[in-house]
């Protein structure tokens, strides 16, 4: 089965946009491994849109790759991609073009699917850009998701229609293993708060199987990069290391695929540091995939998650999305079913620290200064 967890990888768009080519993608796969990113989960290297040659060939119908961006063609990038242990992602379109005016897969898409069978793909990345007007999204994706299973490779579907018609309730039947729910992500604080709020109702529509993906992390970008955002004032251009701490935690507790946005061959010791936390990793990947709740202070922008994991663990985030500092953030353990009067309480650990604070109960306070979070692994206890 694919995507028992959220799947992690590593998507060229947020940073490289069409400036993708052959040595670059080999030399992240080279990183992806020195830096232990493959290790700690990151398995899926992708190749976002602006790959293929403008038209398709005239003879055989098939997509093309761009002949300067990848000389030696697809399969050379796969095999090297393969060799080095991660898996190779893809990505065409629903309609008749691509997002950015390349051949979409509309009408095409046994062939398009054998094709990226045939260059060694594990993963397709499916966009909604060009969908002609009387074509229905669903049975769009459902096509492609029939062609995935009769192209002859185990190749996993990731479905991005933005969350347009009410794709959270038909993505897992139409065979999509993840779906985005939500228009781009920028590197920009409010873009990133805009699309974590925008996903709390939709929390319980993804689990093992079929996850719903809030786009990829702009983490340690740092205003570089194809989606830094240079339509806002410079003092909010590039979000900081707060900013993303704050992004990683809520897509770990979100269970989204977390698929690295920033330029791994440049990334500092801060990101990677958080990229590849254990604690905030396993908080994502649980076996059980329940998804998060709010346990308070959602209408303040402060909101309290918390997440049920396997194995009598219990994940709690608490965050300041607001711009004030030196908020009150708390958890009342009544409303997470642990009364006082049954002398269970959580046994809590700051996932970035690493310290432990006992066994706490009842009540839990503590101040964030804006855009802060804390996150913290438990243990149910008495
Ligand atoms: C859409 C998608 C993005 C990216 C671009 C490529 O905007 O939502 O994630 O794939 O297309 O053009």
């Known amino acids: 089965m694919l995507a028992k967890k959220p799947p992690m990888g590593f998507n060229t768009w947020n940073t490289f946009g069409r400036k993708i080519d052959e040595k670059m993608i080999m030399e992240t796969a080279d990183k992806m491994v020195e830096l232990g990113l493959l290790d700690a989960g990151y398995e899926y290297l992708v190749i976002d849109d602006c790959w293929s040659e403008k038209q398709r060939d005239p003879q055989s119908g098939k997509i093309v790759p761009d002949k300067q961006k990848f000389p030696n063609g697809m399969k050379y990038v796969s095999d090297y991609v393969h060799s080095k242990g991660l898996k190779f992602g893809m990505y065409s379109c629903c309609g008749t073009r691509t997002c950015d005016d390349f051949p979409g897969s509309f009408d095409h898409e046994f062939l398009d699917a054998k094709t990226f069978a045939e260059y060694g793909c594990d993963f397709l990345k499916y966009d909604y850009c060009f969908k002609p007007e009387n074509a229905v999204g669903s049975v769009l994706y459902r096509k492609m998701a029939m062609a995935l299973k009769m192209c002859g490779r185990e190749i996993l579907f990731s479905a991005c229609?933005?969350?347009c018609d009410g794709v959270n309730t038909w993505a897992r039947s139409a065979g999509a293993h993840m779906?985005?729910?939500?228009?781009?992500?920028?590197?920009n604080y409010p873009r990133m708060k805009e699309i974590a709020l925008s996903q709390v109702e939709n929390l319980p529509y993804s689990g093992p199987g079929c996850f719903n993906d809030i786009d990829m992390l702009t983490c340690g970008m740092y205003g570089f990069g194809n989606?830094?955002?240079?339509?806002?004032?410079?003092?909010?251009?590039?979000?900081?290391?707060?900013?993303?701490?704050t992004e990683f935690a809520l897509w770990c507790m979100f269970s989204s695929p977390l698929m690295i946005g920033c330029d791994i061959r440049k990334i500092n010791d801060t990101t990677l540091k958080l990229l590849t936390n254990k604690d905030m990793i396993r908080i994502n990947q649980d076996e059980e995939g329940r998804p998060a709740y709010v346990a308070r202070g959602l209408e303040e922008e402060c909101p309290t998650f918390v997440k049920l994991l396997s194995d009598n663990e219990v994940a709690v985030l608490f965050t300041n999305l607001t711009d004030m500092d030196d908020r009150d953030c708390r958890l009342f353990f009544d409303d997470i079913g642990l009364q006082v009067a049954d002398g269970y309480g959580l046994r809590m650990k700051d996932v970035?620290?690493?310290e432990d604070l006992g066994v706490r109960k009842e009540i839990f306070n503590l101040r964030l200064d804006k855009h802060d979070c804390a996150m913290y692994l438990c243990k149910i206890e008495k």
């Open 227 to 245: 989606v830094a955002d240079d339509h806002l004032d410079e003092s909010e251009r590039k979000q900081y290391d707060i900013d993303y701490k």
């Open 161 to 163: 229609n933005w969350g």
């Open 179 to 187: 779906y985005r729910s939500t228009g781009d992500i920028f590197d």
């Open 352 to 354: 970035f620290t690493g």
